[in-house]
């Protein structure tokens, strides 16, 4: 029946008898969601990208890649997913010590993770900026390295566990079988460096492009890349064979309505054409700004086209007896 | 003491009373329904097996809802029912995903356009927002009656056994298909009905060891000599039927992964 | 401290029964759910239970209303209750003074608790055309029973109350399940089965409970008749008729035998297109497993040889001693308020009125106290009905009587029409004048439960919206203004005459409303009375012979064969082949959902949301072979006209068939085609030619008809689009 009404969606008897698709993380306000998860895996790559990148010397790009990892988080994914939630002025009741919950929930794991992140990582911000143009005596120097070294190592583990926990809290579901698997985390976290990797080349490019440390950053990306592909096909291949809905989110994933994301956005945007791009760079003469600009953009792009992909596919296993 | 409740398939003949019996009970929103008749129908070469399912909160004694829940809104009480406290609840959908039986709603505006769309709303829904206001923004399910079960006991009632402790639902049932009782109590009538018919749980695989249980079996002693075709009888003659060519896709390659009912 | 109160009454949004407790704050209904203290111990379907969304609904119609535009154009002009009543009034003495009281025609829908209204308006005034469904829906198996029983009623003892429980029940194509039919409670029903041996049920198409029955049998429709007749000759091949019972109380035993002699197992197997085990399994299991009871479903009077069916299956509880013995079929024994159609019964039909009935001459049974509606409207169409003024409360007579073309035109023929009703329906629309009537959780009344062992009270639970009135009140003032001395000062006197007979002979209303229920039931019931003298002094059933009837002496003197005959339906593979080359599908209409009651409720949001769309069902390989896939929008399509229903592939039902949802309009859809009545409706596609000999009743149950998909473009009306659940009427002009 083409023409539907609204009083239809009440009819309650279909009701997780067919597979039916989770919306309320996707379809609607759920759109928030999608960008919020997006937002923490570029933070997180970013972020982890400029810190390690700093640790041998404090260069000015891997500052910038820090505050941009931090700005990520703190301005883009927290706020989203406030402006999500129906009770948005609650929002503190989900963070600890106001929760116990974090005993169990990775959603209160999550906030306390991101909370964490954002006092740490403004602290190591603020060190690196002193430590780089600030003209401090050889001891307050010293002082202030072994500081940075702290809150770094405090910021650079919870903002991997900030881009960790998303993987987790979705693995979690039990009736969404193409979810409910370790691995989602895994391709979540290298996807999210990958990014990282990418932005951080931005960045790179804007604060007077160091030659030497892009090509490192390629390099990286290129392995990433490689890394990934084979995570995805994997872990679409294990779905076929974990369980006919997960199996059932897969076909949807490829040949489903929304299809054309998966292909074009992220696969071929996505991963095959910077890793191409970084391929053939690193053949290449002369000015190369121009396609690395495209790869940082294509890669973005796929990094907003992973999450959409997944979120939408999130089928549910039937809950009656018999039905798979 | 832990509240279940066991549904009697081979009984209910789905007049989904039990749906209307809670709406009028909690005031429900129009669009939000806590308690569903969900309906199953498998046509494998001519083999048959339909059913009609009532389904609501299974109040899971390992709820994945409660694990979910950020903020402990969502939480057990010691006679094992799960309940939602609206106050707490921030609106994050979370064990809205979680709830692998998808019981519960999330209560956005759009759910709620008045029974009658466009027109004022009627005493019964104004009512309904002083005695028992529903908080837009947060999460709902079936909570097995609590309000009536704690008022009954405060009473010295039974539930299951008095009317004025027991579920709406359960109370309204024409075919008596939903038995109400402690299933801690080995001489409970649940735990009679469970032994006696060999009572099942949607899903018992995912360890949430739901406290609604099924029964199913024939009446008139089981040399009933109905055909299979006639198992649709218990179903949704009225509702809808289910896509059979895409069971035999999905579900046709696993039957491994289905699990047989007892 | 808000003012909250508790108000017991009894619910009648089916025919009706269940006791119901309603709570009430600061003016407002905020609960109701059932009596545990009544006899359906506290339980509710989802339609009683929804009757809150009635309170308040703007569908409602609140204020007289005068049609002010053609039939159907929905142009409405608010009056008041004087010009109302005085304009119906008028038209009635005009009619009656010329050309007399017999072109009054008074009209309702199926049982109400308030047929005993209609029932004394039409004797009141002289009248014998009253108009009910009741010769597709009740009457046969009352009359037919009464050939048996005197006074016409026949139930099944489900109540243990004489030591014993059914051990063998037939579900006769009935659903009771959910129909609560004629107030023969579904949990009656539902409760009884924990004692039940056998379950038997004959229906071509899977019940909610014939996945639990021991045997169930898919009979080709309109052919139970030969069923029933070929498990009475098993039966007697195998000796296991009771023979206590068919030597000293039967008559005409041996003429059953012969009759039944060539309805063997093969020939009925071949008629009704089931397997010959079936027939003797279930004559088996009916006359071994004793006591049984039959529950015969009205989808049998609804076939233009239901006459003929229900002897026949009368004839089956005799033949096995279940009449009267506890856990059998049996006549109750009447309250201390006495028998409720008395009411109108002491206004006894005269000759005058019996010559003045349409179809009276024709159909001896069914047209002897009321109206053949399918001649009239035939008649009316020809231009020779007499039929000048038509009083309706209640009832689609436009919706559910055969030929929906035909009634459509013919109503809009007739001079002057009223109906009563809550909402704008078609039969509103097409008349003249629409009353407002009250919805039962706001009147006062004396419910009249079918089986007749109790009466229940309708106590008023809140005030009607704007100025509707309840039905007893709208009567009243009608006979009053008419035929003042048969009618009432007020309702309450009205109500205090139903119930005089109570309190030996000083019940009030006021008494009976608190008492609640004035019944004969648990140890008070009689069993066996053809062994007392409760008929006749010595012993004996109410008929000429004072026997159980094979036989029928009252059929035989109205000139009808006094012994059971099959007939094919009037379309059938069998009897019309050449048609049924062009329309190659068996259907069938009219399968209740537990959720509507008829054309009603559909303006309900909590019942619509359950079945949006008309539903038919046709078996998967059906479906196949016809190209037509489950949810599908079909057309159905017969020699009268076409239909489209939502198509479900339902393994549960006979191959080459098809059911559909009957009594279907859309409240939604505008007043101009009758609230979309020809969009889904079945009549349109029934035929009102062939009509059954005794009762006049037609094919609505069995007639042939083909069925292709509807392409999107065809789906363009309001209800495929609409988030409305309802008009609202207009009172002004517009
Ligand atoms: N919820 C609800 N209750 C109702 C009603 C309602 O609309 N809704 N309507 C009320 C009214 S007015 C009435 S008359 C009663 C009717 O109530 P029932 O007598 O139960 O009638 P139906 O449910 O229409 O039909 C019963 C069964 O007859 C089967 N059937 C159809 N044709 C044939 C046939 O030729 N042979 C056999 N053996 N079976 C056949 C159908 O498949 C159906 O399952 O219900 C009353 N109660
Ligand atoms: N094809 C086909 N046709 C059928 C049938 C079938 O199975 N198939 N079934 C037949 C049978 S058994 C019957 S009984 C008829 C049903 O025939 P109807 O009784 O005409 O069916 P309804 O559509 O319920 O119409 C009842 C009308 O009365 C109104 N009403 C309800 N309660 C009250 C009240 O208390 N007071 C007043 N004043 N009005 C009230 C309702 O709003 C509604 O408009 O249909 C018959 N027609
Ligand atoms: S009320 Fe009882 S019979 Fe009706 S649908 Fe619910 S459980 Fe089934
Ligand atoms: S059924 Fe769902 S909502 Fe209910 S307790 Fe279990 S997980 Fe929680
Ligand atoms: S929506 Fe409310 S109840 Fe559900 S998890 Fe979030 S806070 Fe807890
Ligand atoms: S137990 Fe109570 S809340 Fe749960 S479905 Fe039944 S009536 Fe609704
Ligand atoms: S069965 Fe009939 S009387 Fe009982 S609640 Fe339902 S509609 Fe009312
Ligand atoms: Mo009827």
Not at chain 1, 131 to 148: E, H, I, K, N
Not at chain 3, 336 to 341: H, R
Request: hydrophobic share 40%; aromatic share 12%; glycine share 8%.
């Amino acid at each position: 029946m083409k023409a539907q009404t609204r009083r239809q969606w009440i009819t309650t008897h279909e009701w997780m008898v067919k597979p039916m698709r989770q919306k309320e993380w996707i379809s609607g306000k759920g759109i928030l969601v999608w960008l919020a998860e997006v937002f923490s895996a570029l933070g997180m790559g970013t972020y982890l990208v400029g810190l390690l990148a700093g640790i041998s010397e404090i260069t000015t790009w891997a500052w910038w890649a820090t505050v941009l990892g931090w700005v990520l988080i703190v301005l883009f994914k927290l706020p989203f997913h406030l402006a999500y939630l129906g009770r948005p002025l609650r929002f503190w009741r989900a963070i600890p010590p106001f929760t116990k919950a974090w005993r169990t929930s990775w959603l209160a794991r999550g906030m306390f993770f991101s909370i964490v992140f954002t006092g740490a990582g403004f602290l190591q911000i603020v060190f690196w900026y002193f430590l780089r143009w600030g003209d401090l005596s050889a001891s307050a120097s010293d002082a202030l390295t072994v500081l940075s070294w702290i809150v770094g190592i405090v910021a650079g583990v919870f903002i991997l566990l900030t881009g960790v926990y998303c993987g987790f809290a979705m693995s979690y579901c039990k009736s969404l079988p193409f979810w409910n698997t370790g691995l989602l985390p895994i391709v979540f976290v290298i996807m999210g460096v990958a990014d990282g990797l990418a932005l951080t080349m931005g960045v790179n490019l804007i604060t007077g492009a160091d030659e030497a440390a892009i090509s490192d950053l390629e390099f990286w990306s290129r392995i990433l890349l490689v890394v990934n592909a084979l995570l995805i096909a994997g872990y679409l291949a294990r779905a076929y064979q974990r369980h006919s809905a997960a199996e059932l989110a897969a076909q949807d994933l490829i040949k489903g309505s929304t299809a054309w994301v998966f292909w074009v956005l992220l696969v071929i945007l996505g991963i095959a054409t910077p890793l191409v791009i970084s391929v053939a760079t690193a053949f290449m003469e002369g000015d190369t700004e121009p396609l690395l600009i495209v790869a940082i953009v294509c890669h973005t792009i796929g990094a907003f086209a992973l999450k959409y992909s997944v979120l939408k596919v999130g089928i549910y296993r039937s809950v009656l007896p018999g039905v798979g | 003491m832990r509240w279940g409740m066991v549904i009697n398939l081979a009984k209910c003949m789905r007049c989904h009373a039990c749906v209307a019996a809670c709406r009028i009970e909690h005031f429900l929103p129009l669009d939000i329904t806590w308690v569903k008749l969900i309906a199953h129908e498998v046509d494998e070469d001519g083999a048959v097996e339909v059913s009609t399912y009532p389904v609501r909160c299974n109040q899971c004694a390992d709820a994945p809802c409660v694990h979910a829940c950020p903020t402990e809104a969502s939480h057990q009480r010691e006679d094992g029912i799960v309940v939602i406290d609206s106050d707490k609840c921030i609106g994050c959908r979370y064990c809205v995903i979680a709830c692998p039986y998808q019981n519960r709603t999330f209560y956005s505006k759009d759910k709620d356009p008045g029974y009658f769309p466009g027109y004022e709303r009627t005493r019964f829904e104004k009512m309904g927002q002083k005695l028992y206001p529903h908080q837009r923004g947060t999460t709902e399910k079936c909570n097995f009656c609590v309000e009536r079960i704690d008022d009954g006991m405060s009473r010295g009632l039974t539930p299951g056994v008095d009317r004025d402790a027991s579920p709406a639902c359960v109370n309204t049932c024409q075919a008596r298909a939903l038995t109400f009782g402690d299933l801690d109590d080995p001489d409970s009538e649940v735990n009679r009905l469970i032994r006696r018919y060999g009572g099942f749980q949607l899903r018992a695989e995912y360890g949430t060891e739901p406290s609604v249980w099924y029964i199913d079996y024939r009446l008139g002693g089981n040399d009933n000599k109905a055909p299979r075709e006639a198992q649709t009888g218990s179903h949704i003659q009225h509702l809808s039927s289910v896509d059979r060519d895409a069971f035999r896709r999905i579900y046709g390659r696993e039957p491994a992964d289905a699990e047989a009912k007892p | 401290m808000a003012d909250r109160k508790q108000i017991v009454t009894t619910c009648k949004s089916c025919h009706g029964g269940c006791g119901v407790i309603v709570t009430v704050q600061d003016g407002a209904i905020v609960h109701i759910q059932g009596n545990p203290d009544s006899l359906t111990k506290g339980t509710m379907c989802s339609k009683g239970l929804s009757s809150i969304q009635h309170i308040d609904n703007p569908y409602r119609i609140k204020y007289p209303m005068k049609q002010v535009g053609r039939k159907g154009d929905g142009k409405w002009e608010r009056i008041t209750w004087d010009e109302a009543l005085d304009t119906i009034a008028g038209k009635m003495k005009a009619a009656i003074a010329d050309p007399g009281p017999h072109t009054i025609a008074i009209s309702q829908g199926t049982g109400r608790g308030y047929n005993r209204y209609t029932m004394k308006m039409a004797r009141s005034l002289g009248t014998g055309n009253a108009i009910t469904p009741g010769y597709v829906c009740h009457s046969p198996r009352l009359g037919l029973y009464g050939l048996v029983t005197g006074y016409g009623r026949l139930y099944c003892d489900y109540h243990g109350w004489g030591g014993e429980f059914p051990k063998t029940q037939i579900m006769w194509a009935k659903q009771l399940e959910i129909s609560s039919a004629d107030s023969e409670m579904a949990y009656w029903f539902m409760n009884s089965l924990d004692y039940c041996k056998n379950l038997i049920i004959i229906d071509p198409r899977a019940t909610a409970y014939a996945s639990r029955a021991s045997l169930w049998i898919q009979p080709r429709v309109g052919t139970d008749c030969a069923l029933a007749m070929g498990m009475m000759r098993h039966i007697i091949e195998q000796g296991l008729w009771d023979r206590e019972f068919v030597e000293d109380w039967t008559f005409g035993f041996d003429e059953l035998r012969e009759r039944v002699r060539d309805f063997t197992p093969e020939k009925v197997s071949d008629i009704c297109w089931i397997p010959k085990e079936h027939v003797t399994t279930a004559a088996e299991m009916w006359a071994v497993d004793t006591p049984g009871c039959i529950q015969v479903g009205s989808s049998l009077e609804r076939q233009a040889n239901c006459g003929h069916t229900l002897r026949a299956i009368t004839c089956l509880m005799g033949l096995t001693g279940n009449i009267e013995r506890p856990g059998s079929m049996i006549t109750w024994v009447l309250p201390e308020t006495g028998l409720i159609e008395d009411f109108f019964l002491e206004l006894p039909i005269t000759d005058e009125m019996k010559a003045g009935i349409i179809g009276g001459d024709t159909y001896k049974m069914g047209a002897a106290r009321t109206c053949n509606p399918d001649t009239m409207v035939k008649a009316i169409n020809a231009g020779k009905s007499p039929i000048k003024v038509w009083f309706s409360v209640g009832g689609q007579q436009i919706v559910h009587l055969a030929n929906t073309n035909e009634v459509v035109s013919a109503i809009e023929k007739v001079e002057f029409m009223s109906h009563a009703d809550l909402f704008m329906g078609p039969m509103a629309e097409a008349a003249d004048i629409v009353l407002p009537a009250a919805h039962w959780l706001e009147l006062d009344d004396v419910y009249d439960m079918h089986p007749r062992f109790m009466i229940e009270a309708h106590n008023k639970v809140i005030d009607p919206p704007g100025e509707a009135k309840a039905d007893a009140w709208i009567f009243n003032e009608i006979g009053k203004r008419v035929v003042p001395d048969k009618w009432f000062e007020d309702v309450e006197a009205l109500l205090d005459y139903q119930v005089r007979k109570g309190k030996n002979g000083t019940m009030t209303w006021k008494d009976f409303s608190e008492q609640l229920v004035s019944g004969c039931y648990g140890p008070d019931q009689v069993y066996y009375k053809y062994k007392t003298d409760y008929w006749h002094e010595g012993g004996g059933f109410p008929t000429p012979s004072r026997k159980f009837e094979f036989h029928s002496n009252h059929l035989e003197s109205l000139g009808y064969d006094p012994l059971p005959v099959f007939r094919e339906p009037g379309e059938s593979p069998v009897s019309t082949p050449e048609l049924y080359e062009e329309y190659p599908l068996v259907m069938s209409s009219g399968f209740r959902q537990p959720f509507y009651f008829l054309g009603q409720y559909r303006n309900i949001p909590w019942l619509r949301s359950y079945m949006e769309f008309p539903q038919c069902q046709m078996h998967p390989e059906t479906c196949e072979k016809y190209g037509v896939e489950d949810g599908d929008i079909v057309w159905i399509e017969s020699p009268r006209g076409r239909i489209r229903q939502k198509l479900r592939a339902f393994p549960g039902i006979k191959k080459d068939m098809i059911m559909c949802t009957a009594n279907w309009f859309y409240p939604e859809e505008p007043a101009k085609g009758y609230h979309g009545v020809f969009i889904s409706n079945p009549n349109v596609l029934t035929s009102n030619d062939h009509l059954d000999p005794m009762y006049g009743s037609p094919d609505l149950t069995c007639l042939l008809c083909k069925v292709y998909k509807a392409r999107d473009e065809e789906l363009q009306e309001e209800v495929f689009h609409t988030e409305a659940y309802g008009t609202v009427p207009t009172y002004g002009k517009s």
